[in-house]
């Protein structure tokens, strides 16, 4: 199974999982063995790049010149998704040019002057923004920590949100957009993309607690299944690669203390088919159009 972006390859063909890497010369990709033979992950293949996507450039603020739905509208100004602009909508807290409107289905112009909850909106192009996270910043609204959204603030005019946290000890691909809804849909526990993981522990790992892990550990009296797991190739028993669907990355990290080991590193490698192919720690890009695509139509 290939998750470089989507390039499938033939199905029996060895897989394998690479180091996740912190530089433009690094290929920091993911491919798994299997669970049974627990086979080294190899870094044989290069990612998967599309050539005919080009990245979408930073988009101005503005809308289209003609009529759109009143809960669109205030979607597209980033505070919430549609199906929460109709709950604000219906309760009598949006205005259009002055007037309470609470009929579902109201279409406004782009010239019409929309004020939700008392703020004036600004309807802006959605902004997806892939960010290598370094150690030090955090999601957490914490005047002690760094905040991860100021390396990606000079990204768009647009409020950014993060799509999942990630504390001040985890590095790797954090997602940035004005989407609510890719927030809510990323986020949301029925969201089954894969997560996937290099660790590093303080002692190796031994093979008897990988086979517990693989077969599913208890945490806070619920079991975690994991999608994959094996170590790194060429590297000490400590490094681990390990695929999973959960977006609660603490989940992650139990998963081995709850045997016993302490977690030194923690670098998400790939999220959702992203990976952190030619992107440096502490760098972003812009998502091309394809891989837009790509994230709307996961399940």
């Given at each position: 199974?290939?998750?470089?972006?989507?390039?499938?390859?033939?199905?029996?063909?060895?897989?394998?999982?690479?180091?996740?890497?912190?530089?433009?010369?690094?290929?920091?990709?993911?491919?798994?063995?299997?669970?049974?033979?627990?086979?080294?992950?190899?870094?044989?293949?290069?990612?998967?790049?599309?050539?005919?996507?080009?990245?979408?450039?930073?988009?101005?603020?503005?809308?289209?010149?003609?009529?759109?739905?009143?809960?669109?509208?205030?979607?597209?100004?980033?505070?919430?998704?549609?199906?929460?602009?109709?709950?604000?909508?219906?309760?009598?807290?949006?205005?259009v040019?002055?007037?309470?409107?609470t009929?579902?289905?109201?279409?406004?112009?782009?010239?019409?002057?929309?004020?939700?909850?008392?703020?004036?909106?600004?309807?802006?192009?959605?902004?997806?923004?892939?960010?290598?996270?370094?150690?030090?910043?955090?999601?957490?609204?914490?005047?002690?920590?760094?905040?991860?959204?100021?390396?990606?603030?000079?990204a768009?005019?647009?409020?950014?949100?993060?799509?999942?946290?990630?504390?001040?000890?985890?590095?790797?691909l954090?997602?940035?957009?004005?989407?609510?809804?890719?927030?809510?849909?990323?986020?949301?526990?029925?969201?089954?993309?894969?997560?996937?993981?290099?660790v590093?522990?303080?002692?190796?790992?031994?093979?008897?607690?990988?086979?517990?892990?693989?077969?599913?550990?208890?945490?806070?009296?619920?079991?975690?299944?994991?999608?994959?797991?094996?170590?790194?190739?060429?590297?000490?028993?400590?490094?681990?690669?390990?695929?999973?669907?959960?977006?609660?990355?603490?989940?992650?990290?139990?998963?081995?203390?709850?045997?016993?080991?302490?977690?030194?590193?923690?670098?998400?490698?790939?999220?959702?088919?992203?990976?952190?192919w030619?992107?440096?720690?502490?760098?972003?890009?812009?998502?091309?159009?394809?891989?837009?695509?790509?994230?709307?139509?996961l399940?």
């Open positions: 199974m290939n998750t470089r972006g989507g390039n499938n390859n033939k199905s029996n063909k060895k897989t394998s999982f690479q180091k996740g890497g912190s530089t433009n010369n690094q290929k920091s990709g993911s491919k798994f063995g299997s669970n049974k033979s627990y086979k080294p992950f190899k870094k044989e293949d290069k990612p998967f790049k599309n050539k005919e996507s080009k990245p979408v450039a930073n988009p101005k603020v503005g809308v289209k010149d003609e009529h759109i739905r009143l809960n669109k509208y205030i979607s597209n100004s980033g505070v919430c998704s549609r199906r929460d602009a109709d709950l604000y909508i219906q309760s009598g807290n949006v205005t040019n002055g007037q309470v409107v009929e579902m289905g109201y279409k406004v112009k782009p010239t019409d002057k929309v004020v939700f909850d008392g703020v004036l909106l600004n309807p802006e192009k959605k902004v997806y923004v892939l960010l290598n996270k370094p150690k030090g910043f955090s999601t957490a609204e914490d005047e002690n920590v760094s905040s991860a959204y100021d390396l990606v603030r000079n768009s005019t647009s409020v950014l949100k993060p799509v999942g946290r990630m504390d001040k000890t985890t590095v790797g954090l997602l940035f957009t004005n989407d609510n809804d890719l927030v809510q849909k990323f986020t949301n526990q029925a969201q089954k993309s894969s997560k996937l993981y290099h590093s522990l303080a002692n190796n790992l031994k093979y008897e607690d990988l086979e517990k892990i693989k077969n599913g550990v208890y945490v806070d009296n619920h079991k975690v299944w994991v999608d994959e797991i094996s170590y790194v190739e060429n590297q000490p028993k400590s490094e681990v690669g390990i695929r999973v669907k959960t977006s609660n990355i603490k989940v992650v990290r139990s998963v081995f203390e709850t045997l016993g080991y302490d977690v030194i590193k923690l670098d998400r490698v790939m999220f959702a088919g992203l990976t952190k030619g992107l440096a720690r502490g760098q972003w890009r812009f998502l091309t159009e394809q891989e837009i695509i790509n994230l709307k139509n399940k």
